[in-house]
């Protein structure tokens, strides 16, 4: 509803995002707590986040759509590793759906939010434009506006670029009109993106070369779901879709817990797997052999093998080496040899944020995300009323974006029926906070002032597991006592114990540190 977004009245909900986390957020709202009165601010002009903002050949998901689409709305399409487009129009058609797409005011970034405990309500700001503001006031603020930034990406600068008379593009800030046929392509880079461009634009380029300072884990996986195909035609599609779900986020764990169990036998079975579809006397050792334990950063995929495809037919290659210098014509490396090229491209990484660098006040003071600690992974220490969604490392980032908006859906119910305004975590002094994501690529170690920090103790550990957080958010109590709950000073009746700033009883549990 437009007048949600423009009238003087307090929203209970603000969702700050419209991607996929935003937008299941909202139909999770909808569906669980229909009385609420909410609205999306979206920075950019569309819905979709990540899959409307990359435009690069090829660009697709990282993990199955059984589990990168929403819990209530099944995944239609033949591909289980999508292509963007397909992500896109489902994101959009889940909007469109539920009505959602309505309570969007597109083109607003959030640059700040102020928490005001006498009023239990935030007031936030958004730009739109150059000279243009909006201000709206919530109870609740629901960040859904993933981790990295979108104005900026990791972009490392080299020795002699001016010289380079070639294209240099970073696939966050692709241009569609670049015309790649013929042309002889460097991919600086081996994450998730450098293994989607190489076989993509090799299909046009004269050649690509994927360069790469040290090899990732690359695992070849079915493009379609033979299980979910044979499913669909036996049984109903939500049946055959939560079926499949399951089969794969079981799978996904398993596999995990084998790997950090057993690391050098995993690493083995993935080196040889790679090596099985190379060519023969390809140098596996040097290029396909990473030298970190599997999972200490994220595995890539490659649907039905199609890098190590373009690698057997000539199309594509490999050189492990780091840069000396741009030259003219292409690049020059640490080793002596040269790389021709008239495009570089430069995969070189996000730029990690939080809470979409919006600044956050409480009650007049800062308050950063890498001074806190992290509640079940989606609330901030000693900040009233927020709730930010952040998916996992090891699988699909929405099946902890589903069980996110469910909890803030059993939350602003179980707030509703005991008379609270105001919801805060807070933790024990004797918190021994460690990294909040246990990884070492670098995209993770460059944020390590950015992040929040987790607990050594439930429930401020963040886990990397969909069973354990299924039992915590889905199914334990809201009110632990950890999570704190009061009524604005003004509205609350005199306290027995003493309460601060925030009108939050601070009496602490039975064992714990008063903070």
């Known amino acids: 509803m437009r007048d949600a977004i423009t009238d003087d009245a307090v929203l209970d909900v603000l969702i700050v995002g419209a991607g996929l986390s935003g937008i299941g957020a909202a139909r999770?709202?909808?569906?669980?707590?229909?009385?609420?009165?909410?609205?999306?601010?979206e920075a950019r002009e569309a819905i979709g986040g990540t899959w409307d903002l990359f435009r690069y050949p090829?660009?697709?998901?990282?993990?199955?759509?059984?589990?990168?689409?929403?819990r209530f709305k099944p995944w239609r399409g033949a591909k289980a590793i999508?292509?963007?487009?397909?992500?896109?129009?489902?994101?959009?058609?889940?909007?469109?759906?539920?009505?959602?797409?309505?309570?969007?005011?597109?083109?607003h970034r959030v640059v700040s939010a102020a928490w005001d405990s006498a009023e239990a309500c935030w007031t936030i700001e958004a730009e739109h434009g150059e000279r243009s503001r909006l201000r709206l006031r919530a109870r609740l603020l629901y960040v859904c506006a993933g981790y990295y930034s979108y104005a900026e990406a990791h972009r490392p600068a080299f020795d002699g670029e001016d010289r380079f008379r070639g294209r240099i593009v970073h696939p966050q800030f692709w241009d569609e009109a670049l015309d790649y046929s013929g042309k002889r392509v460097v991919v600086i880079g081996s994450g998730a993106t450098a293994v989607t461009l190489v076989p993509a634009m090799a299909s046009r380029a004269a050649h690509v070369t994927m360069l790469q300072r040290s090899p990732t884990y690359i695992v070849t996986r079915p493009g379609e779901d033979a299980m979910a195909r044979t499913l669909r035609r036996v049984l109903p599609e939500r049946l055959a879709y939560t079926v499949t779900r399951w089969k794969n986020v079981l799978l996904g764990m398993t596999f995990f817990q084998l790997a950090r169990r057993r690391p050098e036998r995993v690493k083995a079975r993935l080196v040889g797997m790679a090596a099985a579809q190379l060519p023969p006397g390809f140098d596996v050792a040097t290029h396909f052999t990473p030298r970190y334990k599997p999972w200490d950063q994220r595995l890539?995929?490659?649907?039905?093998?199609?890098?190590?495809?373009?690698?057997?037919?000539?199309r594509a290659s490999v050189v492990t080496d780091t840069i000396a210098r741009f030259t003219e014509d292409g690049i020059v490396l640490a080793s002596g040899k040269s790389l021709a090229a008239d495009i570089v491209v430069m995969a070189t990484g996000l730029k990690l944020n939080m809470l979409g660098d919006i600044a956050l006040t409480v009650d007049g003071r800062p308050r950063r995300p890498a001074e806190c600690l992290a509640y079940k992974g989606m609330m901030l220490s000693e900040v009233p009323n927020l709730v930010l969604a952040f998916g996992y490392t090891n699988a699909s980032w929405t099946l902890k974006a589903d069980l996110t908006a469910e909890y803030v859906c059993r939350l602003l119910r179980h707030m509703d029926r005991h008379g609270h305004r105001i919801a805060v975590p807070r933790a024990p002094a004797a918190m021994q906070p460690t990294p909040f994501l246990d990884f070492t690529s670098g995209y993770v170690q460059r944020a390590a002032g950015v992040l929040p920090r987790q607990g050594d103790r439930k429930p401020w550990r963040v886990h990397q597991n969909y069973l354990k957080d299924l039992l915590t958010i889905r199914h334990g109590r809201i009110a632990d006592g950890v999570l704190q709950f009061g009524a604005p000073p003004a509205a609350a009746p005199a306290?027995?114990?003493?309460?601060?700033?925030?009108?939050?009883?601070?009496?602490?549990?039975?064992?714990?540190?008063?903070?």
């Open 82 to 107: 999508a292509d963007g487009p397909s992500i896109r129009a489902y994101i959009r058609e889940t909007a469109a759906e539920a009505g959602i797409t309505r309570h969007i005011r597109f083109g």
């Open 58 to 70: 090829g660009i697709r998901s990282d993990s199955d759509m059984y589990t990168l689409g929403y």
């Open 495 to 515: 306290p027995r114990n003493h309460q601060d700033a925030t009108g939050v009883n601070t009496a602490v549990p039975a064992g714990e540190a008063q903070p």
């Open 28 to 41: 999770q709202l909808q569906r669980r707590c229909p009385g609420k009165r909410y609205a999306i601010l």
């Open 300 to 314: 890539c995929l490659v649907p039905d093998g199609d890098l190590f495809r373009a690698l057997r037919e000539g």
